[in-house]
């Protein structure tokens, strides 16, 4: 990616995060970069493609830092542990980084999903490469990692909103002891 299509992505961000995606003008990011709007429009069609670039931009951040969870060198089980908690707070923390453009993450969340389909497969590929070291481990026992893999994906997925917006702390869940039942669930399941 050409430094000047990072940096008007890092402005664009900062703006929408403080100014709102709605308050936000292309001629700001131009004015707030230094560029012109000649430069901007090379690389962006509108406010929108700017926006899902931000977005994009996020996430691959997001799946750096998972990866780096991959590639520790622990047990897997220790390791999912980290994973698992280390993804719950970087997606909130990148939620709430960018200010408002909270409020339109949760607004235009089925935009926000057709960018995060990259994220979702980086994501799944990891998941499977800890799942596979904990079989080979002999840690877990999982008939089919491929779905365990996908399952462990959408169930953290589906905690991402609660977690995000503080339903657990809400209900008096501090985040320990909801650490403690996540890893209770994952690791023993329900059945008795």
């Known amino acids: 990616m050409s430094k000047t299509r990072e940096l008007l992505i890092d402005v664009a961000r900062r703006l929408f ?3 709102g995606i709605e308050n936000t003008t292309m ?81 235009d969340i089925w935009e926000v999903e057709r960018v995060r389909k990259t994220f979702d497969n980086q994501e799944i590929e990891i998941l499977k490469s800890i799942l596979n070291q904990g079989v080979k481990e002999d840690l877990f026992s999982i008939p089919n990692v491929e779905i365990g893999a996908l399952t462990l994906h959408y169930a953290l997925r589906g905690l991402d909103v609660p977690y995000i917006r503080g339903v657990f702390t809400e209900l008096g869940i501090t985040r320990y002891t909801l650490r403690e039942y996540i890893l209770d669930l994952v690791f023993n399941g329900i059945k008795k």
């Open 27 to 107: 001629n700001d990011i131009a004015k707030a970069s230094n560029k012109g709007r000649r430069t901007l429009y090379t690389y962006f069609k509108n406010k929108q493609d700017i926006y899902m670039a931000v977005i994009e931009s996020e996430l691959n951040l997001l799946a750096d830092n998972l990866r780096s969870v991959e590639r520790l060198n622990m047990a897997a089980d220790d390791k999912l542990v980290r994973y698992i908690f280390m993804r719950m707070d970087a997606i909130k923390e990148t939620v709430f980084r960018n200010g408002t453009l909270r409020a339109e993450f949760f607004r």
């Open 17 to 19: 995060a403080k100014e």
